[in-house]
């Protein structure tokens, strides 16, 4: 069993920044990949980005691409989100996830965390 707990979410002007993280308790946490959702109002939820379990692989979605960067430090079973340029409509709640496999197969999540409020006000 692995539980997740994001931090760090909040409200920001549009342009600024917000850094996500992740804290990973339970089993080594270093042999799952983990990722980054979010799940707007009246939306379904959407893949944003994976690292695989060394942190040597990355993937992301398009619409965060070049803007969100995804990284994770296994000494201290943390995942990180840094969100740069944030637009409105990046407005959702993220959440962190974690699974065995590849940064592709982000849709065989294992486990969920509860979620972080992020609001980007115009």
């Known amino acids: 069993q692995v539980q997740l707990v994001e931090s760090g979410g909040g409200l920001v002007q549009a342009g600024g920044s917000l850094r996500l993280s992740c804290a990973a308790s339970?089993?080594?946490?270093?042999?799952?990949?983990m990722g980054w959702f979010r799940q707007a109002p009246g939306k379904e939820r959407e893949f944003l980005a994976a690292?695989?379990?060394?942190?040597?692989?990355?993937n992301y979605a398009d619409s965060v691409k070049g803007r969100f960067t995804i990284s994770r430090v296994n000494a201290n079973n943390t995942g990180i989100l840094q969100m740069d340029s944030l637009k409105p409509e990046d407005t959702a709640v993220y959440y962190c996830?974690?699974?065995?496999?590849?940064?592709?197969?982000?849709?065989?999540?294992?486990?969920w965390g509860k979620g972080t409020l992020v609001t980007v006000s115009s």
């Open positions: 996830a974690a699974w065995i496999g590849a940064v592709t197969t982000f849709d065989r999540v294992d486990y």
């Open positions: 339970g089993r080594t946490f270093s042999r799952y990949a």
């Open positions: 690292v695989n379990w060394s942190g040597g692989s990355t």
